[in-house]
């Protein structure tokens, strides 16, 4: 081999790696978007009711879905600034609070394969105390963007205090 070849040889093998090597680190890059706080465009939040309540409580989960098939983006903890309404009332006699304080619970990696829930809790046996329209909250993310959702017809709230859990994989 001449060593014009051998130069030669040895700058495609060296533009090889670097290029590999930037191929390499722009998929670990890409490896943890989940480091990003989810925003109101990354997510669609919907409010149902949850048979699987532990005995005495009744709850609702709170669905948090990718608004895209590219959607990949971090919440975590428990949702804040939760507040209720019907027409011009509000639910603010209603005090939220989560059901394990100082608790921060895992980030959830949400994306359009993994979607992520997290739970009200009320007590059964109650009184109703106010039948809400629609709820509204800042998402368990850095980003702590408030959306309204609709709430479930006619879904009663019951009692004059209400815990929510912290994020987790649906």
């Not at 998929?27 to 048979?51: F, K």
């Not at 027409?87 to 994306?111: K, Q």
């Not at 059964?124 to 702590?144: I, K, R, Y």
Request: hydrophobic residues 45%; charged residues 10%.
């Amino acid at each position: 081999m001449t060593s014009t070849s051998a130069r030669a040889a040895a700058v495609v093998v060296a533009g090889g790696m670097a290029a590999g090597g930037l191929l390499l680190a722009a998929g670990v890059a890409g490896a943890s978007p989940s480091d990003r706080p989810c925003g109101i465009d990354d997510v669609t939040v919907s409010v149902a009711p949850d048979a699987g309540a532990a005995a005495g409580q009744e709850a609702y989960a709170i669905s948090y879905t990718a608004a895209s098939p590219t959607t990949n983006c971090k919440l975590q903890g428990v949702p804040t600034g939760v507040n209720f309404v019907a027409g011009h009332d509000n639910g603010s006699d209603i005090t939220v609070t989560p059901d394990a304080p100082g608790a921060p619970g895992d980030p959830v990696n949400l994306t359009a394969q993994h979607p992520a829930v997290s739970y009200l809790l009320q007590d059964a046996a109650a009184p109703v105390t106010f039948v809400p329209t629609a709820m509204n909250l800042n998402l368990p993310s850095a980003d702590g963007s408030t959306t309204t959702i609709a709430w479930p017809a006619g879904a009663p709230l019951k009692g004059d205090t209400v815990e929510l859990t912290a994020v987790a994989p649906a």
